[in-house]
């Protein structure tokens, strides 16, 4: 019978990745390495399979907050016009269009807000990068023999 597949309750040797299959040991240091990047890629896969389930969650609950928020708005919105027209005996339509020019005036504020320039992202990254080209560069040019 194959000694891959014994069936003895003695414990066995771990491989260098921590993973492999039962009883396998690796014979050289590129099968070694081989096997402890296989277990560390399926590691890494499980770890962000699950964080995908997590994130998509999140997303779900967000988006599903979003629209019970915009319902919430609509139905205040709709409601405060009612009772201010009652409160007041103005006509209804006009309390909605000053409140329809009052959301457009804020819109357009925040497009205003928006249009404007941002700061450059990651800027301690960029000038880390900026130094790693120069001095790269300076590994290129060839030094004269009196330096």
């Known amino acids: 019978m194959n000694d891959s597949f014994r069936m003895d309750s003695s414990p066995r040797p771990s491989t260098a990745a921590g993973q492999g299959s039962p009883g396998s040991v690796p014979e050289t240091w590129s099968e070694a390495l081989g096997s402890l990047i296989h277990a560390r890629i399926a590691l890494l896969q499980l770890e962000l399979r699950g964080a995908a389930r997590q ?3 999140c997303g779900l609950l967000l988006a599903t907050a979003a629209l019970a928020m915009l319902f919430a708005w609509a139905l205040a919105l709709a409601g405060g016009i009612t009772a201010l027209a009652v409160a007041t005996t103005w006509p209804w339509h006009w309390i ?3 409140a329809a ?13 928006a249009k404007t320039t941002p700061p450059p992202a990651l800027p301690v ?3 880390e990068f900026q130094k790693d080209c ?3 560069n300076t590994l290129k040019t060839p030094r ?3 330096d």
């Open 96 to 98: 909605a269009l000053a």
């Open 134 to 136: 120069e001095w790269l």
């Open 55 to 57: 994130v998509g969650k």
């Open 125 to 127: 990254t960029r000038a």
């Open 101 to 113: 020019g009052l959301h457009v005036l804020v819109a357009a504020l925040c497009l205003q807000v």
């Open 144 to 146: 004269k023999s009196n």
